[in-house]
């Protein structure tokens, strides 16, 4: 069942061109359709005045980097609430904004409950974007996307994770035509460029090698600090999440323009710290607070496209992706903290698929 590999952990990351491109497939042939996400989109979509996401974990992060996509596209507002933390808040609820839960399982109880809080509080619609097919969430929903990432065995989110972003990749170009935000000639350059992600996947996984080669200078490590900004702040958080998860080495996840705030403090020359770094419109400030780092000793780590434009030297190390892929530019990164994660995990002798303490679909409080 494993094939070539020796973990469904490292399956199921090299298993993201094909998860991909198979969620892509009903995208890709008819355009964005509303009907994708359910029979009764054409009735709701088109009233929604906003957003709000709740998810836990990995799929949170989803929501988050989601967020970035569905305000610049839609111009709707957009907030992202972890699930466990939502349900027990006196929240203030907008009955015609759109409640999108996303859950790999579709049984998370957190996720789940908060759910039907919203629907307490009198939000009108909820949609679900999923991976297990009879599963109670997207039952307990109106609309509903299904990614087709296959099953999901690794305890770890990779392959769920990456379908959902092309999910809600698909829902923030849906509510953008919607609201005549985007016209025909975006569209079918979005559409362009969605089929050649399988593609710049394939590239990021072709990493693989580099990336295991730094792996080895973390197993060591106690502590790692991930720092990433605008849409790839979501990739921080999920690169850090999946370090601790399965390596047990403590991580922690900055937007990097937070680091004078407080976490600068943390960095000397033990400290490794993973940049997320691709040639977006944050970059140069990027660069800035990677130089905050340097300055205090700290050893870089950065994840790069090679359009991406520094220097690598003693303390510096870049990997880089062969491209930038502008907005979808964060599916693409998420790889290679997949990989990082993976490969401390080995160098460290852990139970990649089965941590500790962690089960795969979180049925209790
Ligand atoms: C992390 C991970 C968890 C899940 C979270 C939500 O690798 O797998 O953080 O993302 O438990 O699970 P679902 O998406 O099934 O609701």
């Not at 935000?181 to 362009?192: C, K, N, S």
């Not at 090679?306 to 992706?321: N, Y």
Request: proline fraction near 5%; charged fraction near 20%; glycine fraction near 8%.
């Amino acid at each position: 069942e494993l094939g070539p590999y020796s973990h469904f952990m490292q399956k199921e990351i090299h298993e993201q061109p094909k998860a991909i491109a198979d969620t892509l497939e009903a995208l890709v042939d008819a355009g964005f359709q509303m009907h994708l996400f359910g029979h009764k989109a054409g009735e709701i979509l088109p009233h929604v005045r906003g957003v709000k996401i709740l998810a836990c974990g990995t799929s949170y992060y989803a929501g988050l980097t989601a967020r970035y996509w569905i305000e610049a596209m839609s111009g709707l507002p957009c907030d992202v609430e972890i699930a466990s933390e939502y349900r027990y808040r006196a929240a203030c609820a907008d009955p015609e904004h759109l409640v999108v839960t996303i859950s790999q399982s579709g049984e998370t109880l957190d996720t789940m409950e908060a759910l039907k809080y919203a629907r307490e509080l009198g939000h009108r619609w909820a949609l679900s974007i999923c991976n297990v097919r009879e599963s109670a969430i997207p039952r307990a929903s109106d609309l509903v996307f299904f990614t087709r990432a296959g099953a999901e065995i690794g305890v770890a989110s990779t392959k769920a994770f990456t379908t959902q972003l092309v999910a809600l990749f698909a829902l923030s170009v849906l509510l953008g035509k919607q609201r005549g935000r985007i016209g025909a000639a975006d569209e079918a350059r979005l559409i362009d460029e969605l089929r050649h992600l399988p593609g710049s996947i394939q590239h990021a996984l072709n990493l693989e090698p580099q990336i295991k080669a730094w792996s080895e200078r973390f197993a060591a490590k106690n502590d790692a600090l991930f720092l990433g900004r605008g849409l790839h702040y979501p990739i921080a958080l999920e690169g850090a999440l999946k370090l601790k998860e399965i390596s047990y080495i403590h991580a922690e996840a900055y937007p990097a323009g937070e680091l004078k705030h407080g976490p600068l403090a943390l960095v000397d020359e033990k400290m490794p710290v993973v940049v997320i770094a691709p040639n977006d419109s944050l970059l140069e400030k990027v660069k800035s607070n990677m130089q905050e780092v340097a300055a205090r000793g700290g050893e870089l780590f950065v994840f790069a496209d090679l359009d991406s434009h520094f220097e690598e030297s003693d303390g510096v190390h870049v990997i880089r992706t062969p491209r930038h892929v502008g907005v979808l530019s964060p599916i693409v990164h998420a790889i290679p903290v997949q990989l990082l994660a993976y490969h401390v995990a080995l160098a460290r002798g852990t139970d990649v698929d089965k941590p500790r303490n962690l089960a795969k679909s979180v049925t209790v409080e």
